[in-house]
C-alpha cells in the first residue's frame, strides 16, 4: 500500500520548459533497471550535470530557492517514448504533482499507475503559478484531490481537474491495481458462488 492522496499543499519546482519528453526526464542509458528504486537520481540527468558530472548550478534541481512534492512544467509533459521509467522517475525523486497545461496521454497514466498526481490547468492558470514562484520560491500551492481543485495561495485563484474516478480512488486509499483487486476479493467471490 502505498502513501493516501488528500490535500497536499506546499511550495513547488517551476520548469518553465514546454515539450519536455521521456527521454530528457530519464534518458535512455538509465533503463536498463528493472526495479523503480534509484531513478530519482537520474531525473533530468542531462540538465542537472555536466558532462563532468557536476552539478549544473543553473538547472532548477539544484538551486536551492526551490523544493517541494509539487512539480509545475510546461506545456506538453511526458510526450515521446511511453518509458514508465519517467514516472518511476519522477516518483523516485519525491514528487507528488505534476502541473501542466497538457500532458502526453500515456505518460499521464503511467504518472498515475505510479502515485504521482497529473494535474491539468488552464494556460493562463500556470502562466500564473510561474510568476507566483518566480516572485516568491516559497509561494505556496494547494492541491486537494478530493474537491479536484488546485489553488495558488498567494493570488487565491482556484481551478478544477479531472482525474478518471478509479485512479481517483485507488490514489485516495493508497492502492495499485492489484491491491484494489484484492480489496474486492469478497465480492468476486460472491459473485462467482452465485454465477456457477
Given at each position: 500500500m502505498k502513501q493516501k492522496f488528500n490535500i497536499i499543499t506546499?511550495?513547488?519546482?517551476?520548469?518553465?520548459?514546454?515539450?519536455?519528453?521521456?527521454?530528457?526526464?530519464?534518458?535512455?542509458?538509465?533503463?536498463?533497471?528493472?526495479?523503480?528504486?534509484?531513478?530519482?537520481?537520474?531525473?533530468?540527468?542531462d540538465w542537472r550535470y555536466n558532462a563532468d558530472g557536476t552539478p549544473n548550478k543553473n538547472f532548477v534541481l539544484n538551486?536551492?530557492?526551490y523544493s517541494g512534492e509539487i512539480l509545475v512544467a510546461g506545456k506538453n509533459f511526458g510526450s515521446g517514448s511511453s518509458r514508465e521509467h519517467a514516472a518511476w522517475a519522477i516518483a523516485d525523486y519525491g514528487f507528488r504533482v505534476v502541473v501542466s497545461s497538457?500532458?502526453?496521454?500515456?505518460?499521464?497514466?503511467?504518472?498515475?499507475?505510479n502515485f504521482v498526481l497529473?494535474?491539468?490547468?488552464?494556460?493562463?492558470?500556470?502562466?500564473e503559478l510561474f510568476d507566483t514562484i518566480a516572485a516568491n520560491p516559497k509561494s505556496e500551492v494547494e492541491v486537494n484531490l478530493p474537491a479536484q481543485t488546485i489553488t495558488n495561495k498567494t493570488t487565491g485563484r482556484s481551478e478544477t481537474f479531472e482525474i478518471n474516478a478509479y485512479k481517483k480512488h485507488c490514489?485516495?486509499?493508497?492502492?495499485?491495481?492489484?491491491?484494489?483487486?484484492?480489496?474486492?476479493?469478497?465480492?468476486?467471490?460472491?459473485?462467482?458462488?452465485?454465477?456457477?
Amino acid at each position: 500500500m502505498k502513501q493516501k492522496f488528500n490535500i497536499i499543499t506546499g511550495t513547488c519546482v517551476p520548469l518553465p520548459l514546454e515539450n519536455v519528453d521521456t527521454d530528457q526526464i530519464i534518458p535512455a542509458r538509465f533503463l536498463k533497471a528493472t526495479t523503480r528504486e534509484g531513478f530519482g537520481e537520474n531525473l533530468f540527468r542531462d540538465w542537472r550535470y555536466n558532462a563532468d558530472g557536476t552539478p549544473n548550478k543553473n538547472f532548477v534541481l539544484n538551486n536551492p530557492a526551490y523544493s517541494g512534492e509539487i512539480l509545475v512544467a510546461g506545456k506538453n509533459f511526458g510526450s515521446g517514448s511511453s518509458r514508465e521509467h519517467a514516472a518511476w522517475a519522477i516518483a523516485d525523486y519525491g514528487f507528488r504533482v505534476v502541473v501542466s497545461s497538457f500532458f502526453a496521454d500515456i505518460h499521464k497514466n503511467n504518472e498515475l499507475n505510479n502515485f504521482v498526481l497529473p494535474v491539468v490547468v488552464s494556460e493562463s492558470f500556470l502562466k500564473e503559478l510561474f510568476d507566483t514562484i518566480a516572485a516568491n520560491p516559497k509561494s505556496e500551492v494547494e492541491v486537494n484531490l478530493p474537491a479536484q481543485t488546485i489553488t495558488n495561495k498567494t493570488t487565491g485563484r482556484s481551478e478544477t481537474f479531472e482525474i478518471n474516478a478509479y485512479k481517483k480512488h485507488c490514489l485516495m486509499n493508497g492502492l495499485d491495481d492489484i491491491d484494489y483487486l484484492l480489496s474486492q476479493k469478497s465480492a468476486i467471490e460472491t459473485w462467482e458462488k452465485k454465477n456457477k
